[in-house]
């Protein structure tokens, strides 16, 4: 059976929480059905977290209720357990636990140790109703905007911890700061997912493009057996709580990568580029897509 790559955009949650005035709910609704029907099998719709840290996110439970009828896996982010309980409440069948392996940047992004946080996974995962799928999402698996570069024994340490209590998991490394290379991500990945502790669990990869590396990091982690991909259409991105991080890879730049190396993701090419341009136009967002800037009849 041909290995397949399937994208999971990610633009209505990593994406707009880095607007800070508010989108109107109808337009963040309308944009993951125009990202669906563009073919994207996977949308991380939002985040179940408190308003007063990421008031973007507020309108959470309505978004659910109004999309959930779509042909494609949505997914929210959930920093505690809080948000777990808020998301299966709104009906998510989906949820994607994050936390920090930097101890800095977990404490600034979730108010939590680590420590705490893999605490907080075991509870989740102890309460789940079974037909939730979860993902763990390792944040700051590269390089921390507080403390710099993360060693690699503490990536292996937080991916066996995580997957000891979630055997059968998805599991992200996360590029948080864009600051990964297409060798640290082989060299991690391939260590990650030798660990007798992951022999279960799936794998994704979390990319930012802050230093130009995004596809070709995202095609490192292929190389290397990882089969889910995050971006977002338009790069719109940018994580309020890591300074001078930017945009998420562009959807469209993968999906073209992937195309010429003859990968089928399942999506339409232009119709994402038709709602890559709509992102584009939101008030206060900051966009990086390559493809974007191409004329269109040569990015067919």
């Given at each position: 059976m041909t290995r397949l790559p399937q994208i999971c955009e990610v633009a209505p949650r990593d994406g707009f929480q880095s607007i800070s005035e508010p989108l109107a709910t109808d337009t963040k609704i309308a944009?993951?059905?125009?990202?669906?029907?563009?073919?994207?099998?996977?949308?991380?719709?939002?985040?179940?977290?408190?308003?007063?840290?990421?008031?973007?996110?507020?309108?959470?439970a309505e978004i659910a209720a109004a999309v959930h009828d779509l042909p494609a896996r949505l997914c929210a982010l959930i920093?505690?357990?809080?948000?777990?309980?808020?998301?299966?409440?709104?009906?998510?069948?989906?949820?994607?636990?994050?936390?920090?392996?930097?101890?800095?940047?977990?404490?600034?992004?979730?108010?939590?140790?680590?420590?705490?946080?893999?605490?907080g996974?075991?509870?989740?995962?102890?309460?789940?109703?079974?037909?939730?799928?979860?993902?763990?999402?390792?944040?700051?698996?590269?390089?921390?905007?507080?403390?710099?570069?993360?060693p690699l024994d503490r990536v292996l340490d937080a991916a066996a911890r995580a997957a000891t209590l979630a055997p059968e998991a998805e599991i992200?490394?996360?590029?948080?700061?864009?600051?990964?290379?297409?060798?640290?991500?082989?060299?991690?990945?391939?260590?990650?997912?030798?660990?007798?502790e992951t022999a279960r669990n799936g794998w994704a990869f979390h990319g930012h493009d802050t230093f130009g590396q995004g596809v070709a990091n995202a095609l490192a982690a292929w190389d290397v057996g990882v089969d889910v991909?995050?971006?977002?259409?338009?790069?719109?991105?940018?994580?309020?709580?890591?300074?001078?991080?930017?945009?998420?890879?562009?959807?469209?730049?993968?999906?073209?990568a992937f195309n010429e190396g003859g990968l089928d993701t399942g999506i339409d090419l232009m119709e994402l580029l038709a709602v890559a341009d709509r992102i584009a136009a939101l008030p206060g967002?900051?966009?990086?897509?390559?493809?974007?800037?191409?004329?269109?009849?040569?990015?067919?």
């Open positions: 944009i993951i059905r125009d990202l669906v029907a563009a073919g994207c099998p996977r949308v991380e719709i939002g985040s179940f977290v408190s308003p007063k840290a990421v008031a973007q996110m507020a309108d959470m920093p505690n357990e809080r948000g777990a309980e808020n998301a299966v409440a709104a009906g998510i069948k989906e949820v994607c636990y994050v936390f920090s392996i930097s101890e800095a940047h977990n404490l600034n992004n979730v108010r939590q140790s680590v420590d705490q946080s893999i605490e996974l075991a509870r989740i995962v102890a309460n789940l109703p079974k037909d939730v799928r979860l993902r763990v999402d390792l944040a700051t698996a590269f390089d921390c905007p507080f403390d710099g570069p993360v992200a490394l996360c590029d948080t700061t864009g600051r990964a290379n297409a060798f640290s991500v082989r060299e991690r990945f391939r260590a990650a997912m030798a660990l007798p991909f995050d971006t977002a259409a338009a790069g719109l991105g940018g994580c309020p709580f890591a300074p001078g991080a930017t945009g998420n890879t562009a959807t469209e730049d993968l999906v073209f967002g900051v966009v990086g897509s390559h493809l974007r800037n191409v004329p269109r009849h040569r990015a067919s």
